[in-house]
C-alpha cells in the first residue's frame, strides 16, 4: 500500500509534469485550473495527488471557477484530502480574483514622443540634487510595462550592468527602451559617458532584438533627446 501511495505524490512525477516546475519554467499560462489549485494546496490525500483531487473538486463545479469561488469552507472541506487550511486557501485564493476583477485595469502610459517620456519621468528625476539612470520597459505598442531605477549617484561612478537591464526586459516582455537621466547642474550637453552608456546598451539590446528608442536627459524645466537630435 505504501508503495502505491507513494506512487500519487507530486515530488515522484517528472519535473516537466509538477506544477510548481511547470509555472516556474514555462510560465503561468500553460496550467491547467487544477494545477493552479494544485499548488495552493500543496498535496493531495493518499488515494490521489493534489492536481487529481483538484480536477474532482473542479468537475463538482463543472470546472467553473466562479462557482467554486461561491463553495464555503465548509463545503470544501466535504472532499477528501481537503483540512481546514487548505479550504481557506482556495477560498482566500478565489477572494483574491474576485477583487482583482472589480479592480480597474492599470492604464499604462503610451509613449507617443520625446516630450510624454519628460512628462513622465520629471516628476521622478527632474528636481533630484543628485544623478539618477532610468530605464523604461515598453512593450509593441509603445506602452511602459515597467520603470526601473538603475543607478543613482551618476553614470560614471556607476557600472551598467547590462544584463540586469537585459534580464529585466526579458522577463517583462518588453521589446523597447528608452534610457533617462538627470542632470541636477541643468546642462543639457551630453557627456562622453552618457555617450557611452546609450551605445553600449543599445548594441546590447540589438542581439536580442530589443530597440532603445531613446535616451533622455531631464532637468527642472526641459530636456535633451538622443533621437531628436539623431544620436542613436
Known sequence: MSENSSSFSIK??????????KLRDKGKSVLSDAELVAIL??????????VDLCKRILASVDNNLNALGKLSIKQ???FKGIGEAKAITIAAAMELGRRRRLEDAVQLDKITSSRSVFDLMQPIIGELP??????????????VIQKNQLSKGGITGTLVDV???????????AT?????????????KPSQ?????????KTAAQ???IKVLDHLIITENTYFSFADEAML
Open 12 to 21: 515522484n512525477w517528472s519535473q516537466d509534469d509538477q506544477p510548481r516546475e
Open 41 to 50: 494546496i500543496g498535496s493531495g490525500s493518499r488515494e490521489e495527488s493534489a
Open 76 to 78: 470544501l472541506m466535504e
Open 130 to 143: 543628485h544623478e539618477e539612470f532610468w530605464i523604461l520597459y515598453l512593450n509593441n505598442s509603445n506602452k
Open 163 to 173: 544584463r540586469l537591464v537585459l534580464k529585466s526586459a526579458l522577463e517583462v516582455g
Open 176 to 188: 523597447a527602451l528608452i534610457l533617462c537621466h538627470n542632470h541636477p547642474s541643468g546642462t543639457l
Open 193 to 201: 559617458a552618457d555617450k557611452d552608456v546609450t551605445y553600449k546598451l
Open 207 to 209: 542581439s536580442l532584438d
